[in-house]
């Protein structure tokens, strides 16, 4: 099982990115995906997740109204729509699998994870 996280880098605040979510090794109808984050010096955090049915998602009061989470069932990737980015959304993002239709934003629900990608937003 392979979770490749990729479409970080530096953007200027208000601006937009997408992070995609290459899954290989499981499909993604049997498992619920999530996004975290982990700023330096901070926890890692919940940022969005998408039950395996594509019909649940939920997104951190953070991030609610400019995150938007999605997948692609054909690619077997998920992807994490951001717009209107803070410099304090800077942080490395996350993604992973987990084993329950829903994964939560709870990081203890999910068995696997991808290696993360850098997200710096400048003011």
């Known amino acids: 099982v392979q979770l490749q996280a990729s479409g970080g880098g530096l953007v200027q605040a208000g601006g937009s990115a997408r992070l995609s979510c290459v899954v290989s090794?499981?499909?993604?109808?049997?498992?619920?995906i999530g996004w975290f984050r982990q700023a330096p010096g901070k926890e890692r955090e919940g940022v969005s997740c998408?039950?395996?049915?594509?019909?649940?998602?939920s997104y951190a009061d953070s991030v609610k109204g400019r995150f938007t989470i999605s997948r692609d069932r054909a690619k077997n990737t998920v992807y994490l729509e951001m717009k209107s980015l803070k410099p304090e959304d800077t942080a490395v993002y996350y993604c992973?699998?987990?084993?329950?239709?829903?994964?939560?934003?709870?990081?203890?629900?999910?068995?696997?994870w991808g290696q993360g990608t850098q997200v710096t937003v400048s003011s």
């Open positions: 998408i039950s395996r049915s594509g019909i649940m998602t």
């Open positions: 992973a699998a987990a084993l329950s239709a829903y994964g939560g934003s709870e990081s203890s629900t999910y068995r696997y």
């Open positions: 090794g499981l499909v993604l109808e049997h498992y619920g």
